[in-house]
Nanobody, 125 residues
Framework: QVQLAESGGRLVQPGGSLRLSCVAS????????MAWFRQYPGKEREFVAG???????DRAYSVHGRFVLSRDNAKNTVSLQMNNVEIEDTAVYHC???????????????????WGQGTQVTVSS
């Protein structure tokens, strides 16, 4: 069983930066594929970025060149550095984890077993 806790969401101006963090509790963190999804009101969760426990990963095209995903297995943490944010980045950001998912299924929200409660990111001037 893994519990995920996100933090870092806040109000930020367009073009600004912020960093989201997700801390996982439970054993064997390096074995888990971790990902960030975001959810707009009334919409399904949308893949943002993800990383395998031993390497590999992907990002959504919409965040290429702006968002950077990093992972610290020693601290059971995965972070999302969001740079040059846009109004369209406003959403609730969720951390997700799975021990069994294949990297080929990284973008599929239904393939993840564990989810955090989410953290709100609002981009507005």
């Amino acid at each position: 069983q893994v519990q995920l806790a996100e933090s870092g969401g806040r109000l930020v101006q367009p073009g600004g930066s912020l960093r989201l963090s997700c801390v996982a509790s439970g054993p064997a963190f390096p074995d888990y594929t971790m990902a960030w999804f975001r959810q707009y009101p009334g919409k399904e969760r949308e893949f943002v970025a993800g990383t395998g426990g031993r390497g590999g990963g992907d990002r959504a095209y919409s965040v290429h060149g702006r968002f950077v995903l990093s992972r610290d297995n020693a601290k059971n943490t995965v972070s999302l550095q969001m740079n040059n944010v846009e109004i369209e980045d406003t959403a609730v950001y969720h951390c997700a984890a799975s021990r069994t998912i294949l990297l080929s299924n990284l973008r599929n929200a239904r393939a993840y077993d564990y989810w955090g409660q989410g953290t709100q990111v609002t981009v507005s001037s």
